[in-house]
């Protein structure tokens, strides 16, 4: 994982969204600019904000996903060792995966070594950096992007962790406007969302942070200063009149 640059996520991974500060955030996102549309001006998450809270490259190779010419059972069991027996489409559930490789045995060998490492990465992208709106499966094409540890070194993963979050801002942005409501699950890195407000709108962020000395302001993924957060879990009005009306007076420009 860390020859792959994923390794730098694991921190971060259990973090969940707030379905409130979500929401309110989906309502000030305008898909045409691709921004946040404030009273002060409009502002965006960047490249180099994926970088300093995650961790994750943003130079380097675009991450591409070539169909395999073997069928997905094949490559499944190339790749994991084992497959599932429902596996439809491609798509292999999130749970059958964490059941499946759970633990891995103290005799393992380099290649199971592997297939579990594949097995946890795909998990981290599909119930994670690339998670869908279902929330509970994962498409197998994702897996090919691990095939060979060197390679997915180069891939840009910051990069296409953010197209893909904007993919999904306004994808919900939309949803909303012709229903008023979120509705369904938030697909995309929540996570990173929340991480990018908590630092720019200091008002919103949670009741607490670990700021000790082992973890400064300068600390790489900085996202990780965040851990543990006890998050507010306040309905979307709050975050609302908190991201726009006269409680909304501080930006702060560099983190």
């Known amino acids: 994982l860390v020859d ?5 996520v694991l921190p971060l991974a ?3 969204g707030d379905p409130g500060l979500i929401t309110a955030l989906v309502e000030r996102w305008r898909p045409e600019t691709s921004t946040f549309h404030m009273p002060f001006g409009e502002v965006t998450i960047t490249l180099e904000d994926v970088a300093t809270l995650t961790g ?6 675009a991450v591409i996903v070539d169909i395999p010419d073997e069928d997905w059972s094949t490559m499944c069991l190339r790749l994991l060792g ?3 027996t429902d596996l439809g489409g ?5 749970t059958w995966l964490r059941e499946t490789f759970d633990e891995l045995p103290l005799s393992a060998s380099p290649e199971t070594t592997e297939q579990y490492a594949r097995a946890y990465a795909l998990s981290l992208m599909g119930g994670v950096l690339f998670s869908d709106r279902s929330g509970g499966s994962v498409h197998l094409q994702y897996l090919l992007l691990v095939e060979d540890w060197r390679r997915a070194g180069r891939f840009a993963w910051g990069a ?9 801002m306004g994808r919900s942005a939309l ?5 008023s409501s979120l509705g369904g699950d938030f697909g995309g890195w929540a996570a990173l969302l929340m991480l990018w407000t908590w630092e720019r709108f200091p008002h919103t962020s949670p009741l607490h942070a670990v ?3 082992q973890i400064t302001q300068d600390v790489v993924p900085r996202g990780i200063r965040w851990l543990p957060a006890q998050t507010r879990q306040h309905g979307d009005l709050f975050y609302l009149y908190k991201l726009w009306f006269d409680e909304c007076t501080t930006f702060v420009v560099s983190i």
């Open 175 to 179: 949803q909303m406007t012709a229903s």
């Open 4 to 8: 792959a640059g994923l390794s730098s």
């Open 90 to 94: 491609g798509v292999i559930r999130i």
């Open 82 to 84: 084992q497959a599932p």
């Open 211 to 213: 700021t000790g000395a």
């Open 160 to 168: 296409a962790v953010l197209s893909y979050l904007y993919r999904e």
């Open 56 to 61: 994750l490259a943003i130079d380097g190779d």
């Open 14 to 16: 259990p973090l969940t």
